[in-house]
Nanobody, 122 residues
Framework: QVQLVESGGGLVQAGDSLRLSCAASGRRFSSYAMGWFRQAPRKEREFVAAISWSGGSTYYADSVKGRFTISRDNANKMLYLQMNSLKPEETAVYYC???????????????WGQGTQVTVSS
């Protein structure tokens, strides 16, 4: 079992940066692949980024490559998403997930946090 709590969301202007955090509890955090997804109103949950259990491999949606960076700190059971050059269309609730069968598919994750709202104004 793992519990996930996201934080760091907020209201920013286009072009600004935000760093999202996901705090995890549970002894097996360091063995789980992790991911960030986002969900805008009336849209499906969308893959943003994923990271392997060791942090050695990272994956990004094409739309965020070069602007977002996913990272993790296994010692402190933390997952991060650094988001730069944010765009208004990236306004959404951002979720962290753990223990996926397929890191790119939301329905393959076994654990989710409650989400944190990111609003990007133009």
């Amino acid at each position: 079992q793992v519990q996930l709590v996201e934080s760091g969301g907020g209201l920013v202007q286009a072009g600004d940066s935000l760093r999202l955090s996901c705090a995890a509890s549970g002894r097996r955090f360091s063995s789980y692949a992790m991911g960030w997804f986002r969900q805008a109103p009336r849209k499906e949950r969308e893959f943003v980024a994923a990271i392997s259990w060791s942090g050695g491999s990272t994956y990004y949606a094409d739309s965020v490559k070069g602007r977002f960076t996913i990272s993790r700190d296994n010692a402190n059971k933390m997952l991060y998403l650094q988001m730069n050059s944010l765009k208004p269309e990236e306004t959404a609730v951002y979720y962290c997930g753990a223990d996926p069968v397929d890191s790119f598919r939301a329905d393959e994750y076994n654990y989710w946090g409650q989400g944190t709202q990111v609003t990007v104004s133009s």
